[in-house]
């Protein structure tokens, strides 16, 4: 039955009972949400070691060691084999220069040595000439171990330090830290420096078309035998080294020109040593003349 103007007693207990329930039902997944939620995590150790997976990046180092397998030449030819270098690039110490052809380095390995510091180990490399080929040929020499240290605070100043102390391949600012005969191989078009012949009429004795014909050769008056560096004697490096001189008209090697090389530094030896020779200097009519010619050096 109903109440005048009521709801009957049933449907009341009903509304009453989903209140309760609806109350029940909203409470329920909070609840829940505390029953399952996790427990804290236990604070890590601050000493315990970084997931490989967080370890940041040391770019300095990765950079070093994209170093390995890359022809590598010192710049300034270094024969010594520890070479520290400052922030500037500059070598410390005075390590003893030589010839670039033996001042190459195979990076075997880049290692973090300190804060700010870049270590570079691996064997120094000989260049040697195959006229085969053609082509500049690396030999590593295995037991000269190598370490270069480099000194830098980020990945673009150890970029610049590299730069500074090695050049990749032959390049060109190499080509011109190299010794005039080496310059004039590199670039035959190269002019050489106002000097005693500047002005004079050089007559080629090189066996080529325009020889002069009307002009007797200088001759050979005085030679002396070039001496073979440490490393090519231990290597048995042999064969022979050309030049294309000019005899003065007072039998004087002049304007040392490398034709062919052969490496391991016995060029510079070549020249070295061409440059003590003496000879009797071309005639003309009965006057000395200066005189272009080809001469050869062996090393046997």
């Known amino acids: ?23 029940y039902q909203t409470a329920l997944p909070a609840s829940g949400a505390a029953k399952t939620q996790a427990a804290p995590a236990t604070p890590q150790a601050a000493d315990a070691p970084i997931s490989p997976a967080t370890a940041p990046v040391d770019t300095v180092l990765v950079a070093g060691q994209d170093l390995i397998g890359k022809a590598l030449f010192l710049r300034g030819s270094y024969m010594s084999n520890q070479l520290p270098y400052d922030t500037a690039g500059k070598v410390q110490g005075n390590p003893k220069s030589g010839d670039w052809t033996l001042a190459a380095m195979n990076v075997l390995k ?3 040595y300190a804060p700010g510091e870049i270590e570079l180990e691996g064997v120094r490399v000989a260049i040697r000439y195959n006229p085969d080929a053609h082509e500049f040929q690396r030999h590593p020499i295995a037991d000269q171990t190598m370490k270069v240290l480099i000194r830098a605070d980020d990945l673009k100043q150890f970029r610049a330090m590299v730069a500074a102390i090695f050049s990749f391949g032959i390049d060109p600012a190499l080509q011109r830290s190299t010794s005039l005969a080496w310059r004039h191989y590199f670039d035959p078009n190269l002019p050489w420096a ?3 012949l500047t002005g004079q009429t050089i007559y080629p004795l090189n066996g080529l078309p325009d020889q002069a014909k009307d002009v007797v050769p200088p001759v050979l008056a005085h030679k002396t035998e070039a001496t073979f560096t440490d490393f090519a004697l231990r290597d048995k490096v042999k064969g022979q080294v050309q030049f294309r001189i000019v005899v003065d008209a007072n039998g004087m090697p002049q304007h040392i020109a490398l034709t062919r090389p052969l490496g391991y530094g016995l060029d510079e030896r070549a020249a070295d040593t061409i ?12 006057q000395p003349v200066a005189s272009a010619i080809v001469v050869n050096l062996d090393f046997n």
Do not use: S, V, Y
């Not at 039955?1 to 109350?23: D, E, H, K, S, T």
């Not at 440059?275 to 009965?286: E, Y």
């Open 1 to 23: 039955m109903m109440g005048r103007g009521g709801i009957p007693g049933a449907i009341a207990a009903l509304l009453l009972a989903a209140q309760a329930g609806f109350a």
């Open 110 to 112: 880049a290692t973090r």
């Open 275 to 286: 440059a003590t020779w003496r000879f009797t200097p071309a005639m003309r009519a009965g």
């Open 194 to 196: 106002p000097d005693a």
